[in-house]
């Protein structure tokens, strides 16, 4: 039972330190411009996917507003979310969070 909670405890730990890093840097560039950057260092075939999902399922953020996007691949489609503190999240119910982005696309 121990070794169960410890687990628990560890995991809630590492995801709390990654949705630390999920938070938005701030600094002397102007929000576009870290945008841009984040989204240079995507391939072109990625940049064009995030582009056209523009934000992240899970958080609602825009896509590189937390830096580069973090790719998933899911039901053979590749999803873009705003940090890979958002991956689990994503992966518990990657259904839910795909007909969020579906719906999104539509309007």
Known sequence: ????LARI?????????LFVGCTSQSGSQSAGDELFKA????????????LKQKI?????????SMGPP????VQDQSVFL????????FRSDPDK???TLNTSNEQ
């Not at 405890?9 to 330190?17: D, G, S, T």
């Not at 992240?56 to 590189?64: A, M, R, Y």
């Not at 705003?82 to 999240?89: P, V």
């Open 9 to 17: 405890v560890v995991c809630n730990l590492f995801v709390a330190i």
């Open 56 to 64: 992240c399922p899970v958080s609602d953020e825009p896509l590189g």
């Open 82 to 89: 705003c940090c890979a503190g958002c991956e689990a999240d």
């Open 39 to 50: 989204m240079s260092s995507l391939s072109d075939g990625d940049r064009e996917l995030a």
């Open 1 to 4: 039972m121990f070794r169960i």
């Open 97 to 99: 969070f795909i007909a």
């Open 70 to 73: 973090f790719k998933v691949q």
